[in-house]
């Protein structure tokens, strides 16, 4: 997964937060 959150700083500008590539699966284990 990977994407982006919009945030509003206190002085009302806005900007985006960055999310690198991560994975939600672990090892070894069925869901």
Do not use: K, N
């Amino acid at each position: 997964m990977r994407g982006s959150y919009q945030m509003e700083a206190e002085d009302g500008t806005t900007f985006d937060a960055t999310i690198p590539e991560f994975t939600l699966a672990a090892p070894r284990v069925l869901h």
